[in-house]
C-alpha cells in the first residue's frame, strides 16, 4: 500500500511569489490534514478535509493562504504571497474513516521544505 | 484550551540503556487520546503508541510503553534496550474526544543514543 506522498521536497521562493504544494493520501483514508512545522517544533494544524469538505480552517492565514481537495481525494495547498515567516515544513497526514484506533492515527508525507529568502 | 507542553528540549543516552521522555497535556475533556510520533532525521513522522484517557493500563509496544498518570495530566514515553536507530525526534501530540477535532502536537524532544 503506497503511502501518503507529497511534492515538491524542496522550494525556494523569494518573498511575494507563489507556490503550491499536491499531497495525494492513502487510498481509501477521508480525512486529510496539512500541517506547518516551522524549524525545531512541532507540526501545527493549518486545515483538515473529510472527503471533500472543509471541516477546520481556522488556523489558516486566509489572506494569502488557500487549501482544496475537490474531488475528496488529493489536495493543493497554495500561499499566494510569500512571506520569510512562511518558512517551514508543510506536512500532509491522512487518517482511515470511522471509529477506533486505526481512525485516530495519522499517516504523513514526507512533507515540502519551504525557505522563503 | 487544549495544550501539550514537552519539557526537555535534547536528551542523549548510551546504547542499550532506557530513557523516559516527558509530556504534560491540559484539557477540559473527560475523554482524550493521546499519542507519541518519531520524526527521523530525515524528516519523515511515524506513528508509535497511543493511550486513550478511559484505559487504567498503560500501552506497550515492542520496546516502547508509557507511564500514564492521569491525575498529574502526564503521559511518559519509555524506550527501553535503546538503539543507535532510536536517534530521532519524539513528539507527544493530543486529540480531544468531545471537543477537539484534530490532534495538537508538543514542541518535540530531541533523543540522541550514542554507542
Known amino acids: 500500500e503506497a503511502g501518503v506522498t507529497q511534492s515538491p521536497r524542496y522550494a525556494v521562493l523569494q518573498e511575494g511569489q507563489a507556490v503550491s504544494f499536491w499531497c495525494d493520501p492513502i487510498s481509501g483514508h477521508d480525512t486529510l490534514y496539512w500541517y506547518q512545522q516551522p524549524r525545531d517544533q512541532g507540526p501545527q494544524l493549518l486545515v483538515y478535509?473529510?472527503?471533500?469538505?472543509?471541516?477546520?480552517n481556522s488556523q489558516l492565514p486566509s489572506d494569502r493562504f488557500s487549501a482544496v481537495r475537490p474531488k475528496g481525494t488529493n489536495s493543493t495547498l497554495k500561499i499566494q504571497s510569500a512571506k520569510q515567516g512562511d518558512t517551514a515544513t508543510y506536512l500532509c497526514?491522512?487518517?482511515?474513516?470511522?471509529?477506533?484506533?486505526?481512525?485516530?492515527?495519522?499517516?504523513f508525507g514526507s512533507g515540502t521544505r519551504l525557505t522563503v529568502l | 484550551a487544549q495544550k501539550v507542553t514537552q519539557t526537555q528540549t535534547s536528551i542523549s543516552v548510551m546504547e542499550k540503556t532506557t530513557v523516559t521522555m516527558d509530556c504534560v497535556y491540559e484539557?477540559?475533556?473527560?475523554?482524550?487520546?493521546l499519542f507519541w510520533y518519531k520524526q527521523t532525521a530525515s524528516g519523515e513522522i511515524v506513528f508509535l503508541i497511543r493511550q486513550d484517557s478511559y484505559k487504567k493500563e498503560n500501552a506497550t509496544v515492542g520496546h516502547y510503553s508509557l507511564n500514564f498518570q492521569k491525575p498529574k495530566s502526564s503521559i511518559g514515553l519509555i524506550i527501553t534496550a535503546t538503539q543507535i536507530e532510536d536517534s530521532a525526534v519524539y513528539f507527544c501530540?493530543?486529540?480531544?474526544?468531545?471537543?477537539?477535532?484534530?490532534?495538537?502536537f508538543g514542541t518535540g524532544t530531541k533523543l540522541q543514543v550514542v554507542p
Open positions: 497526514a491522512s487518517s482511515a474513516p470511522g471509529l477506533g484506533a486505526s481512525a485516530e492515527t495519522l499517516y
Open positions: 501530540a493530543m486529540r480531544e474526544e468531545n471537543s477537539g477535532t484534530y490532534q495538537r
Open positions: 484539557t477540559q475533556d473527560s475523554s482524550y487520546f
Open positions: 478535509f473529510r472527503d471533500e469538505a472543509v471541516i477546520d
